[in-house]
């Protein structure tokens, strides 16, 4: 029998991220001999090794690295149908609020865009309600997948729309958002080259896939924090034309000339067969 259980997943996906039955078995509130019975089993039924079991430890076959990818995405979508479900039938429900669509946006991102399509949308004779939700760098995508979100507006080529349908909206060049004193504030335009490597304002870091990349430059957590210190020099960033609309007075933003176009799509699950999803994408296919 080829199907697996969701309870299957779970377990080998905790191992496989862990690479430590014991804190996988902590991570699941289990005992760990169920645990690793459980992987036995799932193996031999496979009929192929998942783990690499040896004195240092654990690590993942070949096999096991298709099962941890394909796995997530199971549980991802078992996820998201749960979560898209509840929201459904709240509408169905006599007396129930009316469709809800629960719309990811970067924070600060496309807010003029953003305002347009809300305005746009809600002018429409059966317009679902819209739940804005506000998220970090390189969110989106994961809020899709696991249901927490119907529909995103996301960002090429910082977003990967890999997985999903989508709309490109809005093509506009890259901005250096500097602080107001800084010498590099009084130029016309700016190359990458300007700001990759300057001592005094290294680039802020936001976070990738849950870890910072290299750099001197500040660990960024939020926008708030991002734009204090901005204005208090000591660090820069670079962002869409568009986001000239949250710059403070103390932040100056520059054009940068070599940088590559930003195109932001609005995106959604390509096997959504939502109603109200449908025509919010007229809706912002017509802006």
């Known amino acids: 029998m080829d199907a697996l259980e969701t309870r299957e997943l779970r377990y ?5 991220e862990e690479l430590h039955f014991g804190r996988a078995a902590e991570r699941l509130g289990m005992a760990q001999p169920p645990l690793s019975r459980a992987i036995q089993q799932l193996e031999r039924r496979l009929g192929v090794s998942l783990l690499t079991r040896n004195r240092r430890g654990v690590s993942l076959t070949g096999a096991g690295e298709v099962l941890l990818h394909e796995g997530r995405a199971a549980l991802d979508a078992s996820t ?3 979560r898209r479900t509840r929201r459904a039938g709240g509408a169905d429900r006599p007396g129930g609020p009316r469709d809800r669509l629960v719309l990811a946006v970067k924070a600060a991102a496309s807010h003029e865009l953003l305002r347009k399509l809300l305005d746009a949308y809600a002018a429409e004779p059966c317009a679902a309600e819209i739940e804005v939700l506000p998220c970090g760098m390189c969110e989106q995508p994961e809020l899709l997948r696991d249901g927490r979100a119907d529909v995103a507006l996301m960002h090429a080529p910082y977003n990967s729309l890999a997985g999903f349908d989508s709309e490109e909206l809005m093509t506009e060049g890259q901005i250096a958002v500097l602080p107001a004193g800084h ?7 700016l190359c990458l080259a300007d700001v990759g490597d300057v001592p005094d304002l290294p680039l802020a870091r936001w ?3 849950g870890t910072y990349p290299p750099g001197p430059g500040p660990e960024i957590h939020d926008q708030t ?3 204090q210190l901005i204005a ?3 660090t820069m960033a670079v962002f869409p034309d568009s986001a000239r609309s949250w710059l403070w007075a103390g932040h100056t933003a520059v054009p940068l000339t070599d940088a590559p176009p ?5 995106a959604w699950p390509a096997h959504s067969r939502s109603l109200a999803l449908a025509g919010l994408i007229r809706t912002a296919a017509r802006l």
């Open 262 to 266: 930003v195109v932001t799509h609005i």
């Open 183 to 189: 010498p590099l504030a009084t130029r016309k335009t």
């Open 232 to 234: 208090l020099g000591r």
């Open 80 to 82: 998201a149908a749960a």
């Open 207 to 209: 976070p990738r896939h």
């Open 12 to 16: 080998f996906v905790a191992v496989a």
């Open 225 to 227: 924090q991002l734009a």
